[in-house]
């Protein structure tokens, strides 16, 4: 396992000092009664408050957090009063081979811990953080991993009031401030990877994005696009194609760019499972790979094993991420000194797949 950016809170990429998660600690505990007359509010207001709920002002809301920290109230039914020895697992695309890389990588990380993960499913983008953190708060779990999924600062700060410690996995969206999160090198391991072709000879490259929307997907397009520019290579763009980290999304744009005049001589797909569907795609079409075609993919995952050629890909270190997250979590739960920033390198692993072009 690489570490190629580690920061502390307030730092610098420079930084290599650690940095403790500080409880706020009290002399004697504090009800949500008395909570709720320090605020001058109701205690159905702060309940509201603490459970993620509508209906509180901005700035009631803000009263009521900021009287919470300077306190240490902890609610009755927190993590930390039932002393419980789970935490929560919230993935997005639960039958995908990612989903698989991230819980073994959870569950080792986890191992002799003590603590066991309760896994929930939800889309990457768009979706209701109300009901899951309801669920979240009835298991009283003492952490949640949150793994290739968006929640928004507004959210972490919920669950942080409510005694739930968070850290953010391979984040699609922006990290919230001071949020804790283990990343990947994925710019860096694109541009690699993108050069690698170049340096091979080709100059017309096509590049199966992901979504736009995504935060990973806009850093491995920016990869490719900066190495080319670098070079001073036209990027085509009818050779811009994808949207999806998936077998179909391959190969419908490995249908579309085998059946163009000029056909590219490589093909960067953002995901090895586009690249499979591109594998797919050049087989009908009576194209070879890589004397016909070169193609490299995103993720080195465990089933590319089974392409053949076998696949050049960017090792994306899924399963190192999620371990390391779990063990982090649990130490941040300890209050142990924990790093709060590491990306992992993503380094070009070279195989069978790429060749320099047919003259």
């Known amino acids: 396992m690489v570490f190629s950016t580690i920061t502390k809170k307030g730092g610098t990429a420079s930084d290599t000092r650690y940095s403790r998660d500080s409880p706020l600690t009290t002399k004697h505990k504090i009800t949500i009664s008395q909570l709720a007359e320090q605020a001058g509010v109701s205690v159905p207001t702060v309940s509201k408050v603490l459970n993620g709920r509508p209906g509180v002002s901005e700035s ?127 710019y860096q391991g694109c541009k690699d990877a993108t050069r690698h072709l170049i340096e091979l000879g080709h100059r017309r490259i096509a590049f199966l994005k992901g979504p736009d929307e995504w935060q990973t997907c806009r850093a491995r397009y920016d990869g490719f696009r900066s190495v080319m520019e670098e070079h001073h290579l036209t990027i085509d763009p009818e050779l811009i194609t994808g949207s999806a ?32 569907g591109l594998y797919r795609s050049a087989r009908e079409h009576e194209i070879r790979i890589p004397e016909d075609v070169s193609v490299i993919g995103f993720d080195d995952l465990p089933y590319i094993e089974f392409l053949h050629p076998q696949l050049t890909t960017v090792h994306h270190a899924i399963k190192d991420m999620a371990k390391l997250g779990a063990q982090t979590l649990v130490d941040i739960i300890n209050h142990k000194p924990t790093l709060t920033h590491v990306d992992l390198a993503a380094p070009l692993v070279i195989r069978e797949s790429t060749c320099p072009p047919a003259q």
């Open 60 to 186: 009631t809301q803000k009263q009521i957090r900021d009287l919470i920290r300077q306190t240490g109230y902890v609610p009755r039914s927190s993590p930390h009063n039932l002393q419980n020895r789970t935490v929560e697992l919230l993935i997005s695309h639960p039958h995908s081979a990612w989903a698989d890389e991230i819980l073994v990588g959870v569950l080792e990380g986890l191992k002799d811990s003590g603590y066991s993960p309760i896994v929930s499913a939800r889309p990457p983008v768009e979706w209701d953080f109300g009901p899951w953190f309801q669920e979240a708060l009835s298991h009283g779990s003492r952490g949640a991993l949150i793994c290739l999924t968006h929640v928004s600062q507004a959210n972490i700060q919920q669950m942080l009031d409510n005694g739930m410690k968070t850290i953010m996995i391979d984040p699609t969206g922006i990290v919230p401030p001071n949020t804790p999160v283990i990343g990947s090198g994925d």
């Open 245 to 276: 980290y998936f077998f179909d999304d391959g190969y419908e744009c490995g249908n579309r760019l085998f059946s163009l005049h000029r056909r590219p001589t490589a093909v960067f797909a953002s995901s090895d499972m586009q690249a499979a």
